[in-house]
């Protein structure tokens, strides 16, 4: 599976970024999905993940009611819209893809996306 991540880029604080992630090589339609993010100087964190049928979705506290991660299984895609965004929010974003669990530790994400840079500013 290859994801490609997209959709980064500089935004002010308190407008919207959507960003997408494209996975080929295989359909991603029965693996959990989700998105991490990585502030500078700082270890990669969970924001969001979506089950396998979409019917299920977590979020992290620090985006939970800004972000909203959904996915489009016929298009093998997974969104993440974001938000309100805040200066916080600054970080490189990585799609992932998990075949084994509904997770929220990367460490149960076995394809990774190369990350998209978010960049809000104050």
């Known amino acids: 599976v290859q994801l490609q991540a997209s959709g980064g880029g500089l935004v002010q604080a308190g407008g919207p970024l959507r960003l997408s992630c494209a996975a080929s090589?295989?359909?991603?339609?029965?693996?959990?999905m989700a998105w991490f993010r990585q502030a500078p100087g700082k270890e990669r964190e969970f924001a969001a993940r979506i089950s396998w049928s979409g019917g299920n979705t977590y979020y992290a506290d620090s985006v939970k009611g800004r972000f909203t991660i959904s996915r489009d299984n016929a298009g093998n895609t997974v969104y993440l819209q974001m938000n309100r965004l805040k200066f916080e929010d600054t970080a490189v974003y990585y799609c992932?893809?998990?075949?084994?669990?509904?997770?929220?530790?990367?460490?149960?994400?076995?394809?990774w996306g190369q990350g998209t840079l978010v960049t809000v500013s104050s």
């Open positions: 090589g295989r359909t991603v339609s029965r693996y959990t």
């Open positions: 992932a893809a998990s075949s084994r669990s509904y997770s929220t530790s990367r460490y149960n994400y076995e394809y």
